[in-house]
């Protein structure tokens, strides 16, 4: 057994000593919220002299947006109850703020709480670059889903424009063969085209939408985009489009989602038109009271609102029987113009066409 009396004196162990060369940041404050007794790296850390850190409220050190949910566990260690790994902000006499991380032990008693903190604003500031850079990677990610989807679902309508325009092509009265060679790739084409984009929209049905920022647009100008593009189904169809934006033309809203919204009401529209008759669509602008609408109107098959209730805007909701049918076009209109705060309903009967009022905020 080693005799301990036989080792050399060790030095007297001094307590003010051991609490000047901490580098953590050591303090005793009353209850009556003023520190009592502050070590050197509290001081050099805020930049405050020891006479200005004990003169003054220690809310007054506290970073502003943090005092009141401060004070809020201040009252716990008042009730004797200890804390652990408490953070708050503090502000340095340059302006800085630091993070710092809190264990104290209240002295009911002594009216005292002994506290001990470091400082974490370094790794504060690695978990907000990487926040930030998820967020940044998930709004990218989001906005290339986007992007993806909407591409995909409307890309259909021009190729179904472009094989319609095949279909009316009589081939008959070409006698060249290289030319019936090449109208018949560009057919199949096409046609592999459309059941790749349909592909596509099934395999990113599923995918949030991305609230996308606004813009003052035209709505004369998405209108006449979707018209360029359909023109050939337009006029097959013999569709009669009638419009009037004198209530307003200029809305707060984002212009390929407009694009969108128009792409899909026209062309189904056009697609559930009633048999035997010609496509007739009305699109108008109104105002009630502060707010915008948009209003269309067709007078094709219409809705059973009894049979379809809230289900007319769900994914995969199908409600015709129609070989080009997949239950987006309506469930994508209704997320663009409720991503952007606006919302959309329906007012309809079976046989008598049907009515989307589109109510923008401004």
């Given at each position: 057994m080693t005799n301990l009396s036989s080792q050399p004196d060790l030095p007297a162990i001094s307590k003010e000593h051991f609490f000047d060369i901490s580098d953590d940041f050591l303090c005793v404050?009353?209850?009556?919220?003023?520190?009592?007794?502050?070590?050197?790296?509290?001081t050099r850390l805020l930049g405050y002299d020891e006479q200005?850190?004990?003169?003054r409220p220690i809310d007054s050190f506290v970073y502003p947006e943090d005092r009141e949910l401060t004070a809020k566990y201040r009252a716990k260690l008042r009730q004797n109850i200890p804390l652990s790994d408490y953070e708050n902000r503090y502000?340095?006499?340059?302006?800085?703020?630091?993070?710092l991380s809190w264990t104290s032990m209240p002295k009911d008693d002594e009216q005292l709480v002994y506290a001990i903190a470091k400082n974490v604003t370094h790794k504060k500031i690695l978990e907000n670059d990487r926040n930030t850079l998820l967020a940044n990677l998930t709004r990218i990610n989001q906005e290339l889903k986007q992007l993806t989807y909407t591409t995909s679902h409307d890309l259909r309508s021009p190729v179904n424009n472009l094989l319609a325009i095949f279909s009316l092509l009589d081939t008959s009265k070409i006698e060249d063969t290289e030319t019936l060679e090449f109208i018949s790739i560009l057919k199949s084409a096409s046609e592999n085209l459309k059941d790749t984009l349909?592909?596509?929209?099934?395999?990113?049905?599923r995918q949030d939408l991305l609230n996308v920022?606004?813009?003052e647009i035209s709505l004369s100008r998405p209108l006449g985009i979707v018209t360029a593009s359909?023109?050939?189904?337009?006029?097959?169809?013999?569709?009669?489009i009638r419009t009037d934006f004198s209530e307003f033309d200029t809305i707060q809203f984002n212009e390929a989602f407009m694009v969108s919204i128009f792409l899909n009401l026209i062309s189904n529209s056009i697609k559930y038109v009633i048999p035997h008759h010609h496509p007739v669509i009305s699109i108008h602008t109104r105002k009630t009271g502060n707010v915008k609408q948009l209003v269309f109107s067709d007078e094709g098959r219409g809705f059973d609102m009894d049979d379809v209730k809230d289900r007319v805007f769900g994914l995969n909701q199908t409600f015709h029987n129609h070989i080009d049918g997949k239950g987006i076009g309506l469930y994508l209109v209704h997320n663009q113009i409720t991503s952007l705060g606006g919302n959309i309903t329906l007012e309809?009967?079976?046989?008598?066409?049907?009515?989307?009022i589109l109510s923008f905020r401004n």
């Open positions: 404050a009353g209850y009556d919220g003023y520190f009592k007794l502050i070590n050197p790296a509290f200005e850190l004990l003169s502000v340095t006499k340059n302006g800085e703020v630091v993070w349909n592909q596509y929209v099934d395999a990113l049905i920022k606004k813009e359909l023109t050939s189904l337009i006029e097959n169809s013999k569709t009669t309809s009967k079976p046989g008598e066409g049907a009515t989307f």
